[in-house]
C-alpha cells in the first residue's frame, strides 16, 4: 500500500511583534488577564510587505530544501488559507509561479483553523490512489488583517505566519496511518466573517474599520474545541489500532492553552509530549499545526517511529485529526532532515 511520508517542513513569520504591552495601550486589557485566559505573550504580525503568498514561498523553500527536492519535482500543490491576497486565482497557483514548480497542479483549500489537517489529507489520498508522488501542502493565514483591533475578545488571540510540509510516497508503513475530519455547520455562526478581503493594509494603529472583521462568540467556541480536540484526537488513534499510550507526541492547534490543557488531560499526557509555541505566536489560523511540526522537527523532537498526533479545529465549525507515523523509510532522503 502506498503511503504518504513527511519528508520536509518549513515555517515563515512575520518580523514584527506584537506583545501583550502593545495591546494594553490598543484595547481595555492587560498581560495578566491574556495570558491566564489564553497562554499568549506575542503573536507576530504582518507588515505592509508581507503576503499570505510570501510567507507561502518562504515557508515553502525551507520544506523542498529539507526533502532535497527541486520545485520542478513537484507534482501537486495545495494551500490551506482562508486569507488568499486576492479572490482569483489561488494562492497556490501564485506559489507554483513563484517557485517555478511548473509540473504542478495547484489549488486553495479553505478550512479555517483546521485547513491544514484538511489539506494534508487529501494529498495523501492523491498519493495513495498512486496520482502524484509528491505533492507540497502549506497552511498560510494573514488573519490579523480580519481583525478588528478595538475588539479584545479576538485582537488578542490572532498572529500570522506559514507553514509548509512535502509528501511522498513510500510503501513503507511510515506517514499518515488515519484521518478523521468533521464540521458542523450549526456553530457557524459562533465563528465568521460576513464580509471579505485582505487587499487593503490597515493603517498602523490598526483601529480603522475599513473592511468587515471577524466575529466570535468565544464561549461557545471554547465549549465546542474542548470537547472535539480530544475525541477527534482519540478516534484517529483507535482508527489506527493503536491505544492513547502510544501517542508519543502531540501537535494540536495553537488556539488556547487551556483548549490544550483539556485535549490533554483527555488523552492522558503529560506536557513534556505536547508541542506548544502560542505563548510566542498566538493562533496562526491554518500555519499553527506546520508550524509546530516544523519547530518540533529542528528541535529534534521528531524521531524515526514516534506516532504523533495531529489535531485542529475551526471556523465551521470544523475540525480534523490525523495520525502520523515520524519517518521516512523508502524514500529518497538527499535533504537536511532527519
Not at 177 to 190: F, K, N, P, V, Y
Amino acid at each position: 500500500m502506498r503511503n504518504a511520508a513527511i519528508t520536509g517542513w518549513g515555517m515563515a513569520l512575520p518580523e514584527q511583534v506584537l506583545t501583550n504591552a502593545d495591546l494594553e495601550r490598543m484595547v481595555e486589557t492587560s498581560d495578566e488577564w491574556i495570558v491566564a485566559r489564553t497562554g499568549i505573550r506575542e503573536r507576530r504580525i504582518a507588515a505592509s510587505s508581507d503576503t499570505t503568498l510570501s510567507l507561502s514561498l518562504a515557508a515553502s523553500r525551507q520544506a523542498l530544501q529539507v526533502a532535497g527536492l527541486a520545485p520542478a519535482d513537484v507534482d501537486l500543490i495545495v494551500v490551506a488559507t482562508v486569507t488568499p491576497d486576492m479572490f482569483m486565482p489561488s494562492t497556490a497557483s501564485l506559489l507554483q509561479r513563484e517557485l517555478g514548480a511548473e509540473r504542478a497542479g495547484a489549488f486553495d483549500l479553505a478550512a479555517a483553523c483546521s485547513g491544514f489537517v484538511y489539506a494534508l489529507n487529501v494529498a495523501a489520498q492523491f498519493i495513495r490512489a498512486g496520482t502524484y508522488d509528491t505533492v507540497l501542502v502549506v497552511g498560510a493565514d494573514t488573519l490579523t488583517r480580519m481583525i478588528d483591533f478595538t475588539d479584545r475578545g479576538t485582537c488578542v488571540l490572532f498572529g500570522d505566519g506559514a507553514g509548509a510540509v512535502v509528501l511522498q510516497a513510500t510503501e513503507a508503513p511510515v506517514g499518515i496511518l488515519s484521518t478523521l475530519l468533521g464540521s458542523d455547520g450549526r456553530g457557524a455562526c459562533h465563528l465568521f466573517v460576513d464580509g471579505w478581503g485582505t487587499g487593503i493594509v490597515d493603517d498602523e494603529d490598526r483601529t480603522a474599520l475599513r473592511r468587515p472583521y471577524m466575529k466570535m462568540v468565544g464561549s461557545e467556541v471554547f465549549r465546542f474545541s474542548v470537547r472535539v480536540m480530544g475525541e477527534a484526537a482519540e478516534a484517529v488513534v483507535k482508527q489506527a489500532g493503536l491505544t492513547l499510550a502510544d501517542i508519543d507526541l502531540l501537535i494540536p492547534h495553537q488556539a488556547n492553552i487551556r483548549i490544550i490543557d483539556a485535549a490533554a488531560k483527555r488523552l492522558d499526557l503529560p506536557r513534556e509530549r505536547i508541542w506548544a509555541n502560542l505563548d510566542r505566536y498566538g493562533n496562526t489560523s491554518a500555519a499553527s499545526v506546520p508550524i509546530c511540526i516544523a519547530e518540533a522537527a529542528a528541535a529534534g523532537a521528531l524521531r524515526p517511529g514516534m506516532n504523533v498526533v495531529l489535531v485542529a479545529f475551526g471556523a465551521g465549525l470544523s475540525w480534523g485529526a490525523t495520525l502520523v507515523r515520524w519517518g521516512t523509510d523508502g524514500v529518497e532522503r538527499r535533504g537536511g532532515g532527519e
